[in-house]
């Protein structure tokens, strides 16, 4: 596709469940970004990938958030035992260069 | 890690006025981004901008790297330039970015 695209688009879950957020980066891509937004704060940052490897998990806030890219294109974003307050648009980007990066629209996740 | 702050916080235009957005940095960056985020949540590119100037219709930026800032300007305004400006900075490629708190602009009619 022409941008990066994320689904779902909307989730609800209730709380303790376990959801998985997918991101498709503009083809060609091999840096991808996993940011979280929380309603009138900037983005924050989660993950990065480079190729198929995570070079910088240090936004990931505990063991229960984990991240994967297995072929370097595609990844999913998993969150265990989901709480209330990991509710937050969820937002990928991807970056040929490693500079410029490009987001999708996110993905807004509601834990009650 | 590097801090960013954007000022003014909000920004309520006639439409028609320009106006001046500010982002100052804390460290040397080898990234700096503008986006738009519209009120649908999507964030829109404006400018790739580490140093320098740039312009894109009724918009410009200039960043001066040395003196840790960059300046986003919007002239003659309509009421699809409402929303949040962020500018979000990077300590060298392949990084994170980190955003700023955002410019909320409101261009009334």
């Known amino acids: 596709g022409a941008g990066v695209s994320q689904t779902p688009s909307n989730k609800v879950t209730e709380k303790g469940k376990y959801v998985e957020l997918r991101c498709d980066p503009i083809?060609?891509?091999?840096?991808l970004y996993w940011y979280r937004q929380s309603l009138g704060q900037g983005p924050e940052f989660l993950i990065y990938?480079?190729?198929?490897?995570?070079?910088?998990d240090s936004g990931l806030p505990n063991d229960r958030f984990f991240a994967v890219r297995p072929e370097g294109s595609v990844s999913t974003l998993k969150i265990q035992r989901t709480e209330r307050g990991d509710s937050a648009v969820y937002l990928c980007?991807?970056?040929?260069?490693?500079?410029?990066?490009?987001f999708g629209q996110g993905t807004r996740l509601t834990v009650v | 890690g590097i801090q960013v702050e954007q000022s003014p916080p909000d920004l309520i235009l006639q439409e028609g006025a320009n106006s001046t957005l500010r982002c100052n940095f804390s460290?040397?960056?080898?990234?700096l981004q503008w986006f738009h985020q519209n009120p649908w949540g999507q964030l829109i590119n404006l400018f790739y901008?580490?140093?320098g100037t740039k312009q894109n219709g009724r918009l410009s930026a200039t960043t001066v790297a040395t003196e840790r800032y960059s300046l986003l300007y919007i002239s003659s305004s309509q009421t699809t330039d409402s929303g949040v400006y962020f500018c979000?900075?990077?300590?060298?490629?392949?990084?994170?970015?980190?955003f700023g708190g955002g410019t909320r602009v409101l261009v009334k009619p």
């Open positions: 979000a900075v990077g300590g060298a490629a392949g990084n994170k970015l980190t």
């Open positions: 083809s060609g891509h091999t840096a």
């Open positions: 980007a991807s970056s040929r260069t490693g500079r410029e990066a490009f």
């Open positions: 460290d040397s960056v080898n990234n």
């Open positions: 990938f480079q190729g198929t490897g995570a070079a910088d």
């Open positions: 901008i580490p140093s």
